[in-house]
């Protein structure tokens, strides 16, 4: 089969190779093999790419950790299921591995490649803003690269659970991304002080809840404008700069840090990763959330795909599609 493959560490661009003959996956106990229909890119690709991410498969494997496939034999054959391959064998490539566990079937009302990219960035959204944050209806959300794959997410996500939701961007086309995914305010830090915005949209108040995949000036910022009993959930952190919070900051001004790292609740609580799962089938059947796929591209663009995501260079979602 056709795969992507990396045998060293290093930039997606520069290491990422294409190879044309290498053995299809032989799936293990409770594993299933399945054919490649599209593969979400994630910023954690490139990261796991250059050997900074926490998983770090050994050499040499197929990046790649979102999945919409169709089972290829065994008594599931034909079923269309969703979720993250066996590394090493990623998701880019026409075959991969899934573990029949972990699995989960693709919403009928989504096509493949917004099927795939429906479980990573919508159970990151998910577990943030309603396991860790507890958000409530009429509470102002905060969200942080809004116009991204999880930020895009979280933004649905909030107007489906009746907060009004003010979305942070880096220029005017992100901008008009976040303000067709049903933002109420949208803010291009770019062009206005996001702190000054949160700050007026409600009266001196500030956001009740922050979605922070950022990191860097994004949480300093965010910590000016988070509002008495506030939550900050630290998802991420894309600019590359771990903050260091000031905790007698957060004691004076009584909000709460909160940490989210949703892989593990694949190993701590997988129910509740499958009762998500549930829940955000059910809202992508009323329409309330629909992943945004700014663009489809084939396997053999994939290193360029993720070369842009992991440089801020896209909006939405970029899904690479099996030829």
Same mark, same amino acid.
């Given at each position: 089969?056709?795969?992507?493959?990396?045998?060293?560490?290093?930039?997606?661009?520069?290491?990422?190779r294409? @190879?044309?003959?290498?053995?299809?996956?032989?799936? +293990?106990?409770?594993?299933?093999?399945?054919r490649?229909?599209? $593969?979400?890119?994630?910023?954690?690709?490139?990261?796991? %790419?250059? +050997?900074?991410?926490?998983?770090?498969?050994?050499?040499?494997?197929?990046?790649?950790?979102?999945?919409?496939?169709?089972?290829?034999?065994?008594?599931?054959?034909? *079923?269309?299921?969703?979720?993250?391959?066996?590394?090493?064998?990623?998701?880019?490539?026409?075959?991969?591995?899934?573990?029949?566990?972990?699995?989960?079937p693709?919403?009928?009302?989504?096509?493949?490649?917004?099927?795939?990219?429906?479980?990573?960035?919508?159970?990151?959204?998910?577990? $943030?803003?309603?396991?860790?944050? +507890? =958000?409530?209806?009429?509470?102002?959300l905060?969200?942080?690269?809004?116009?991204?794959?999880?930020?895009?997410?979280?933004?649905?996500?909030?107007?489906?659970?009746?907060?009004?939701?003010? @979305?942070v %961007?880096?220029?005017?086309?992100?901008? &008009?991304?976040?303000?067709?995914?049903?933002?109420?305010?949208?803010?291009?830090?770019?062009?206005?002080?996001?702190?000054?915005? #949160?700050? *007026?949209?409600?009266?001196? &108040?500030?956001?009740? %809840?922050?979605?922070?995949? #950022?990191?860097?000036?994004?949480?300093?910022?965010?910590?000016?404008?988070?509002?008495?009993?506030?939550?900050i959930?630290? %998802?991420?952190?894309?600019?590359?700069?771990?903050?260091?919070?000031?905790?007698?900051? @957060? =004691?004076?001004?009584?909000?709460?840090?909160?940490?989210?790292?949703? +892989?593990l609740?694949?190993?701590?609580?997988?129910?509740?990763?499958?009762?998500?799962h549930? *829940?955000?089938?059910?809202?992508?059947?009323?329409?309330? #959330?629909?992943?945004?796929?700014?663009e489809?591209?084939?396997?053999?663009?994939?290193?360029?795909?993720?070369?842009?995501?992991a440089?801020?260079?896209?909006?939405?979602?970029?899904?690479?599609?099996?030829?």
């Amino acid at each position: 089969m056709r795969a992507w493959q990396v045998r060293e560490l290093g930039e997606p661009a520069e290491v990422m190779r294409l @190879a044309e003959d290498v053995a299809r996956p032989e799936p +293990g106990p409770g594993q299933l093999l399945v054919r490649v229909r599209a $593969a979400a890119v994630n910023f954690p690709d490139a990261l796991m %790419v250059r +050997g900074q991410y926490q998983v770090r498969p050994p050499l040499p494997f197929t990046p790649g950790v979102e999945l919409c496939g169709e089972v290829a034999d065994g008594p599931r054959r034909g *079923e269309r299921l969703i979720g993250n391959p066996v590394l090493p064998h990623g998701a880019f490539a026409e075959y991969a591995l899934l573990d029949a566990a972990t699995a989960f079937p693709a919403p009928p009302a989504l096509d493949d490649a917004e099927a795939a990219a429906l479980h990573i960035g919508y159970q990151t959204a998910w577990f $943030a803003l309603h396991r860790r944050a +507890g =958000l409530r209806a009429g509470e102002t959300l905060l969200v942080h690269a809004a116009a991204g794959g999880v930020g895009s997410a979280a933004v649905q996500l909030g107007r489906a659970a009746g907060a009004r939701v003010i @979305a942070v %961007v880096g220029g005017a086309d992100k901008a &008009r991304t976040a303000a067709a995914l049903g933002a109420d305010l949208v803010v291009d830090r770019r062009a206005r002080d996001f702190v000054a915005a #949160v700050k *007026e949209a409600t009266d001196g &108040r500030g956001a009740d %809840v922050v979605f922070d995949p #950022v990191g860097g000036d994004a949480y300093t910022g965010s910590t000016k404008c988070i509002a008495f009993e506030g939550r900050i959930v630290v %998802v991420g952190f894309a600019a590359g700069q771990v903050p260091t919070p000031a905790l007698n900051h @957060a =004691l004076v001004k009584n909000y709460t840090i909160l940490g989210l790292h949703w +892989g593990l609740y694949n190993t701590h609580d997988p129910l509740a990763v499958r009762a998500a799962h549930h *829940e955000l089938t059910g809202l992508a059947e009323q329409g309330a #959330v629909r992943p945004l796929v700014s663009e489809r591209v084939s396997l053999a663009a994939a290193a360029d795909a993720v070369r842009r995501v992991a440089g801020g260079l896209s909006t939405g979602r970029i899904a690479v599609l099996a030829d």
